[in-house]
């Protein structure tokens, strides 16, 4: 972006410092000198719900060219996250991890510790279904309990960020996550790890994207084994090609709702579905790097388009309580631009496999 573009860009969205020594302190206790290390920390005010990731979100462009964020969906799991996080370390660098509240529940070790390696925890719902089946009490459900989950696994609240699975958005929901000051992430660049068969394929599919926007929001998933299998030298070619991280950091933590709360204690006090999957119980801590200044805030652009939560349908209320009976429509993941009421049009397909995922494989069906 042309520097006068992007001053303009910054002025009005980005409480903008001075840019730099932030760099310097998250590299200071890195002894590799080949890392990537953190470029830049940024802030995000996650009032209003500001929306980032290009493939969804055009509002806020606050990356330079040659900056990427990564973030990794779907987990934690103690199969391949700690592998993740091993590469993540040994590039000094840090992502932001979406987590599913029921993973969370399953592995609140894992939670801890990636929060502990300097990581930012944000959610992505409860069980991972595709909230634009649901009715709008089974979606927020999804949303809080996972929100809960996740935060009390943590034992300490997390990052008011949400990613959509499937990136499936219904309007209804987005307009509750931004009465909710939530920030909600889309993607720029999708690595497909999910169904890249090898370490090769999911760096070009990187690569192959990065070389057209220059920079952007990485999506991987710490679950899928490509990705801790080949998470190290993708990033070893990030350096390589003289790519930047910015790690973004809430300016204020997510508030839970405390009938949700109660749930999320006692799913976790029986962590029912851990006992009944046992799996390997490796645990991996490792020492905090320094506190880490924002050098910018990101806030919502003022003129952005507020969303109004829809009124409740007949639809709706003829759904179950749980939100099972779900509508068979797939809203697309635009679907907010459009009138609720309008006919669906042609849809792209779901960006994350329908099939079974790792946890759904380790959990089954809930
Ligand atoms: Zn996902």
Same mark, same amino acid.
């Given at each position: ?15 903008c ?17 080949n ?14 719900g500001?929306?980032l ?69 944000g959610?992505?719902?409860?069980s991972?279904?595709?909230l634009?089946r ?11 309990l ?7 696994a ?19 929901v987005?307009a ?9 992430? %889309?993607?720029d $660049? !999708?690595?497909y ?6 370490? /090769?394929r999911? &760096?070009?599919?990187v ?6 926007s220059?920079?952007?929001i ?7 084994r490509?990705?801790a ?7 070893d070619e ?6 930047k ?5 809430p300016?204020t933590?997510a508030a ?14 029986k ?30 652009p ?15 209320a %003829?759904?179950? $309580? !749980?939100?099972?009976a ?5 809203? /697309?993941?635009? &679907? ?9 049009a042609?849809r ?15 959990f089954?069906?809930?």
């Amino acid at each position: 972006m042309p520097t006068g573009i992007w001053a303009r860009t910054c002025a009005a969205i980005l409480s903008c410092a001075a840019v730099g020594a932030t760099a310097s302190i998250a590299n200071a206790a890195c002894d590799n000198k080949n890392a990537l290390g953190v470029e830049r920390v940024v802030e995000v005010d996650t009032t209003k719900g500001p929306r980032l990731g290009h493939v969804q979100y055009k509002d806020i462009d606050f990356l330079r060219p040659g900056e990427v964020v990564l973030t990794f969906d779907d987990g934690p799991s103690h199969q391949t996250t700690p592998k993740v996080l091993e590469a993540l370390r040994a590039h000094c660098t840090k992502a932001i991890f979406f987590m599913v509240g029921r993973m969370a529940v399953a592995y609140p070790d894992m939670v801890r510790t990636v929060e502990e390696a300097g990581h930012t925890i944000g959610s992505h719902t409860w069980s991972h279904k595709n909230l634009a089946r649901l009715s709008s009490k089974g979606a927020e459900k999804e949303v809080e309990l996972g929100l809960s989950a996740i935060t009390a696994a943590l034992g300490k609240p997390i990052a008011p960020f949400f990613r959509f699975p499937y990136l499936s958005d219904p309007r209804r929901v987005i307009a509750d996550l931004e009465a909710r000051d939530h920030a909600v992430f %889309s993607v720029d $660049v !999708d690595s497909y790890d999910w169904k890249a068969r090898s370490t /090769s394929r999911m &760096s070009n599919n990187v690569f192959s994207q990065l070389e057209k926007s220059g920079k952007g929001i990485i999506l991987f998933h710490d679950i899928q084994r490509v990705t801790a299998k080949g998470l190290k030298s993708l990033l070893d070619e990030l350096k390589r090609r003289n790519f930047k991280v910015v790690h973004l950091v809430p300016k204020t933590t997510a508030a839970t709702l405390a009938s949700y709360d109660e749930t999320a204690k006692n799913l976790l006090a029986k962590r029912h579905v851990a006992a009944a999957n046992p799996m390997t119980t490796r645990s991996v801590v490792w020492p905090m790097s320094g506190a880490i200044e924002p050098s910018e805030t990101i806030a919502r652009p003022e003129g952005q388009k507020t969303l109004q939560p829809k009124v409740a349908s007949a639809t709706d209320a %003829s759904t179950g $309580v !749980d939100g099972s009976a779900a509508r068979s429509d797939t809203s /697309s993941s635009r &679907s907010h631009r459009r009138s609720p009421r309008a006919a669906p049009a042609a849809r792209p397909a779901p960006r994350e496999r329908p099939k079974k995922t790792v946890f759904e494989e380790a959990f089954g069906k809930f």
